[in-house]
């Protein structure tokens, strides 16, 4: 454990990086490679919170843009539980200890979220997954994400995601987009870019959490970013 420079965090998946290649539904291979990761980092000592998304199964209103925000977002609530489970099972198959935690009371397949007993469960080298974001309309699974790192007091915030970083413009569209190996939250909110939202950003920079952005593709991506090394893109003051 001497070697992490982030000892408790917060890993947020989006749930388009689980997605098959049709961008719908969850990828086994993806998956299983997430968890193995996870697994590394747990034995590593690290005490390891999950927020997962759920835009592999829901686009909010996308699908129907005359829908009640409110409805849309709840529906996407129901989402990242569909991941949480997945993610719980494969976790739990692989031989680690795993408690899933939701925002919305769903107490057939979850516990629902108690500060309390999730950091219990971290003290005790079990993963804990929090799905529902924060339970509210209105927000997003990145803010759930930050407002989870505030709640436990997470060392960083490492935010997986299917591009390798914060860049200045779209690379999918703009091949001569810049990466950032470095940037400030400020920085962040102030040239609009598509990190996070900028509720997710202003939590963590009130409450000092770095955040780190990266590619769940990347090889050994959490660990890397887990030790501090260089990888991705580093949000901070």
């Known amino acids: 454990m001497g070697n992490l420079k982030y000892k408790r965090v917060i890993l947020k998946i989006s749930g388009e990086a689980l997605a098959k290649d049709t961008g719908f539904g969850i990828d086994e291979k993806k998956l299983s490679k997430v968890c193995d990761q996870i697994i590394a980092a747990s034995k590593l000592g690290a005490e390891v919170g999950i927020v997962v998304g759920g835009g592999n199964f829901w686009r909010g209103r996308q699908a129907n843009p005359e829908m009640v925000r409110a409805t849309a977002d709840h529906i996407g609530m129901l989402a990242t539980i569909m991941n949480a489970l997945a993610l719980q099972d494969e976790l739990e198959r692989k031989g680690s200890e795993v408690r899933v935690q939701t925002a919305l009371t769903v107490t057939k397949v979850a516990e629902p979220y108690i500060l309390r007993k999730a950091l219990r469960h971290l003290e005790k080298g079990r993963i804990v997954i929090f799905a529902c974001g924060t339970g509210n309309p209105y927000f997003s699974t990145d803010s759930g994400a930050s407002l989870r790192a505030c709640e436990i007091c997470a ?48 939590m963590c920079m009130e409450n000092n959490i770095p955040i780190i ?11 890397k970013a887990l030790k501090g090394e260089a990888i991705g893109t580093y949000i901070g003051k």
């Open 155 to 202: 060392d960083a915030l490492l935010l997986a995601k299917n591009v390798d970083g914060v860049y200045d413009s779209d690379p999918k569209t703009n091949p001569n987009a810049k990466k950032y190996d470095k940037i400030t939250y400020m920085d962040v909110i102030s040239q609009g870019l598509k990190a996070m939202d900028t509720t997710a950003i202003t």
């Open 213 to 223: 952005a990266f590619s769940l593709a990347e090889q050994d991506g959490i660990i």
